[in-house]
């Protein structure tokens, strides 16, 4: 049930691209993609809802394919401080609730 | 900014002791959760609250854990008798509804000795 992403690690040198994907055989009603720092709580970055929109966040972006059930995080011209666990959250309505899982998570490292 | 907070940060237990998490959710929040983290590993859900009741739980969420919010703010987790393996960050969580970003506390660590 949970979602799956890949990769599961990524490191990239300061100004270069990544990107993060999730995908779930759940037909999804939404996707979330929150960053974790080593030691802290998860912080939200978005969520898109189902719709196949696009959201926008300083230079991260991600989009949401609801046929494919698939989302994707793009980071461009990476910053030191995107370094960080990213996780993405699928939200689909099983039995009588909305349920929301994380993968297990793409860890980021952006060198100088 | 309103925070979700817990405490304790850091709560260490010998095996088969009772333990409390507590959690003070923002205010206009009606959903609440609860998530482990193991270190090292992804955010696992346990369980899920809406209108002073569980709406969701995992199969993580056995007979040993309980959750209440006995006072309208407060929002705890239970482990009624603590294994090792119940070592872990646990993170309580908020939101104003389905679809709605989640705000996470900065976690309990428990370690079980």
């Known amino acids: 049930q949970q979602p799956v992403q890949s990769p599961q690690a990524v490191i990239l040198r300061e100004g270069e691209d990544a990107v993060i994907n999730c995908s779930s055989s759940?037909?999804?009603?939404?996707v979330h993609w929150y960053r974790q720092k080593h030691g802290e709580a998860p912080v939200f970055l978005m969520i898109?809802?189902?719709?196949?929109e696009q959201k926008g966040h300083e230079k991260i972006s991600a989009s949401f394919n609801e046929k494919k059930q698939q989302s994707s995080l793009y980071l461009t011209a990476s910053q030191l401080s995107y370094s960080g666990t990213y996780f993405c959250?699928?939200?689909?309505?099983?039995?009588?609730?909305?349920?929301?899982?994380f993968g297990k998570g793409t860890l980021l490292t952006v060198n100088p | 900014e309103p925070e979700v907070t817990q405490t304790p940060s850091h709560q260490v237990t010998q095996m088969g002791q009772e333990v409390i998490l507590r959690c003070v959710p923002i205010s206009n929040h009606l959903y609440f959760y609860w998530y482990r983290q193991i270190l090292g590993q992804k955010v696992e859900f346990l369980v899920s609250?809406?209108?002073?009741?569980?709406?969701?739980k995992s199969e993580i969420f056995d007979d040993q854990f309980s959750v209440e919010r006995p006072d309208g703010s407060n929002f705890t987790l239970k482990i009624r008798s603590t294994k090792l393996e119940d070592s872990a960050m646990y993170f309580c969580a908020g939101g104003l509804s389905y679809n709605s970003p989640l705000h996470f506390g900065n976690g309990t660590r428990l370690t079980v000795t």
């Open positions: 959250g699928t939200e689909f309505w099983e039995g009588s609730n909305y349920k929301l899982t």
């Open positions: 898109l809802l189902k719709g196949g």
């Open positions: 759940k037909a999804l009603y939404s």
């Open positions: 609250f809406y209108n002073n009741e569980i709406s969701e």
